[in-house]
């Protein structure tokens, strides 16, 4: 994540160091992201990851590079691109209805 402009690390709990270390150890270092086949991904973790709300620092997720980019790149996307809702959609006058 790019920090230049960014107030995130400022909202960060004092005790994030710690936080950090006891979710590497519960995950054992190995990244807890679960493949589609349900096993866990093999690959070490590096980074700690909120799996809900940003500022919710009591549930995270140790993820591997390549999983906790898939991630914050899905939740970026969300956040951009909102999803519509789905409904009937209006009819339109044809472009060439004169009526």
């Known amino acids: 994540m790019a920090w230049e402009g960014s107030d995130r690390r400022e909202r960060l709990p004092a005790n994030w160091a710690a936080l950090v270390a006891a979710c590497k150890a519960k995950a054992g270092g190995r990244c ?8 866990r991904c093999p690959r070490p ?4 990851d ?3 709300e940003r500022d919710d620092h009591t549930k ?5 590079r390549t999983h906790h980019n898939m991630k914050t790149s ?15 959609r209006r009819p339109q006058r044809h472009p060439g209805d004169l009526t």
């Open 32 to 39: 807890e992201w679960r493949l589609p086949s349900g096993a």
């Open 45 to 48: 973790g590096v980074d700690a």
């Open 50 to 52: 909120h799996k809900g």
């Open 60 to 64: 995270l997720q140790w993820l591997c």
């Open 74 to 88: 899905a939740e970026n996307k969300a956040a951009r691109f909102p999803k519509k809702p789905k409904g009937p």
